[in-house]
C-alpha cells in the first residue's frame, strides 16, 4: 500500500470506512473531504445499520494533520480551509443518524485523537497510545478539542494537550473512557468489532437514531464554533514561532 485511499464496503448492514496514507495515516485536505463526505452518504443509506471506521496499515491508526500540507500554507483562507477539514469531519460524525465504532489499531496522534473522540463507540489494542501533540507545534488542538473535551472531560483533555510530547497508554485512554475496551492483538480487536458491529444491526435505527441526538446533546453549535477554532489554527500555523518549529522537525 503507498498510494492514499478512502474506501468503504457493506457487508451484511455494517458500513466499512477505510482511510490510508503512507505518512502514517496522516490526514491530508483530500482525505479528510472523502471521509466527511463517506460518514455523510453512509449514514443516509438505509441499508446501513452501523458504521466502523478504521485505518489501513498495523502500526499507526493516525498521525494527525499532514506535515506536508502544514508547511506548505501561506495565508490565513488556506489555513483556515485546512484546518476546516477536520470540523467536518467531526461534524459529519455527529450528524450522522448511525453509531460510529472506532476501530482503533496502534498509535494516534493530533487531529486523529479528534477522530476517535468523535465516535460513538472506541474499541483498540494495547499499542493505541494517544498523545495531542498541536501546543508543541505552537498551534494547538482547537478543531478537534470540542469533540476531547466532550469525550474525556476538561481534566483529561488538559493533561493531555499540556504534556503535548507524552503518549498517553491506551490504559489511560480506556480509564478517561476514550475506549470502551482494550485487547493485546488486532485478531482481539477486530473480532470484537465485528461482534459489536453485529449486535448493534440488530437494534431499532429509529431508536439508535434518537439515541445518537440524545448523546450528542449540547453540539448544536459545532457548525460555527468548529470553523472559528479552524479559523485560530489557520491563524497561528503563520506564526514565526510555529514556522520555526516545522522547519525544525523537517530538517
Not at 498495523?58 to 477536520?86: M, P, Y
Not at 504534556?163 to 480487536?189: C, H, I, M, R
Not at 448493534?200 to 449540547?218: D, I, S
Request: aromatic share 8%.
Amino acid at each position: 500500500m503507498t498510494k492514499p485511499y478512502v474506501k468503504h464496503d457493506i457487508d451484511e448492514h455494517i458500513g466499512i470506512i477505510e482511510f490510508f496514507h503512507p505518512a502514517h495515516n496522516s490526514l491530508p485536505s483530500d482525505i479528510l473531504s472523502k471521509l466527511a463526505e463517506t460518514i455523510t452518504e453512509l449514514g443516509q443509506n438505509d441499508e446501513v445499520l452501523v458504521i466502523v471506521l478504521k485505518s489501513g496499515g498495523n502500526r499507526t491508526f493516525c498521525a494527525g494533520a499532514s506535515f506536508k500540507e502544514l508547511v506548505s500554507i501561506e495565508d490565513e483562507a488556506t489555513g483556515k480551509q485546512f484546518f476546516s477539514g477536520f470540523a467536518n469531519v467531526i461534524n459529519a460524525m455527529r450528524k450522522c443518524p448511525k453509531f460510529i465504532i472506532g476501530r482503533i489499531q496502534g498509535k494516534t496522534v493530533g487531529g486523529g485523537v479528534g477522530l476517535a473522540s468523535a465516535m460513538d463507540y472506541c474499541l483498540a489494542t494495547q499499542y493505541a497510545a494517544i498523545k495531542l501533540s498541536e501546543l508543541n507545534l505552537g498551534i494547538g488542538p482547537f478543531v478537534v478539542g470540542p469533540a476531547v473535551e466532550r469525550k474525556i472531560g476538561v481534566s483529561g483533555m488538559s493533561q493531555i494537550a499540556i504534556d503535548a510530547n507524552t503518549f498517553f497508554s491506551p490504559e489511560w485512554a480506556k480509564q478517561k473512557g476514550l475506549y470502551a475496551d482494550v485487547f493485546e492483538t488486532t485478531e482481539a480487536l477486530d473480532d470484537a468489532v465485528e461482534a459489536l458491529a453485529k449486535q448493534l444491526c440488530t437494534y431499532n435505527p429509529e431508536a439508535v437514531k434518537h439515541m445518537k441526538q440524545m448523546f450528542w446533546r449540547g453540539t448544536e453549535d459545532w457548525d460555527e464554533l468548529l470553523m472559528e477554532r479552524a479559523e485560530i489554527s489557520g491563524r497561528l500555523v503563520l506564526s514565526k514561532f510555529t514556522k520555526e518549529k516545522l522547519d525544525s522537525h523537517r530538517n
